[in-house]
């Protein structure tokens, strides 16, 4: 079975302080994600990777970096945090193809609740 | 941009009753997954369509891919309580390096009153 392993389930953090959230897979997945999960927002991509120190950005990655010097860790790094930073982090993995017409199912961590105060 | 919205946000049902989410997109979508969270938790995969008009059953749930493959569905029948948690549709992100990349809709939040 698919492991995604975050490495806090809620962390407290001050504004303006630089914040490390960890993700480790170990499936041998070429693609890792994060997503910031918000109510009625559904899962917004922040930052992904399809390979070693590869990454592109999301949808929504202003104030976020990201680091894959391993294949199996995807570090997400709030460079400077903020209270609008405050909400529930997932990483998640997969393999890098399904198929001409078909995607691979994603593998999602048990999430960081991330308080900025 | 892409987009894939889904309706209704929230939806409380009586044990026993049906319930039904859908999901639309702004693109033609290659294939179309559903993902259930349960409180607390994290999304966990369910089901992936692809054929245009598709339909697969899992036990009591039931999903549809749209003909134009621009909208899908999904059906609880008679629901427990352990229908309850959030439900994800996600489409493939398409264009550039986008391989296993998804756009998710906003989820349906199910509550199942006993």
Partial sequence: ???????????????????????????????????????????????????????????????????????????????????????????????????????????????????IL | GQQVMQIPQYQHVQEGEDFTTYCNSSTTLSNIQWYKQRPGGHPVFLIQLVKSGEVKKQKRLTFQFGEAKKNSSLHITATQTTDVGTYFCAGPVTGGTSYGKLTFGQGTILTVHP
């Fill in chain 1, 1 to 115: 079975d698919v492991k995604v392993t975050q490495s806090s389930r809620y962390l407290v953090k001050r504004t303006g302080e630089k914040v490390f959230l960890e993700c480790v897979q170990d499936m041998d997945h070429e693609n890792m994600f994060w997503y910031r999960q918000d109510p009625g927002l559904g899962l917004r991509l922040i930052y992904f990777s399809y390979d070693v120190k590869m990454k592109e950005k999301g949808d929504i990655p202003e104030g976020y970096s990201v680091s894959r010097e391993k294949k199996e860790r995807f570090s997400l790094i709030l460079e400077s945090a903020s209270t609008n930073q405050t909400s529930m982090y997932l990483c998640a993995s997969s393999l890098l193809w399904g198929g001409r017409f078909s995607n691979q199912p994603q593998h999602f961590g048990d999430g960081t609740r991330l308080s």
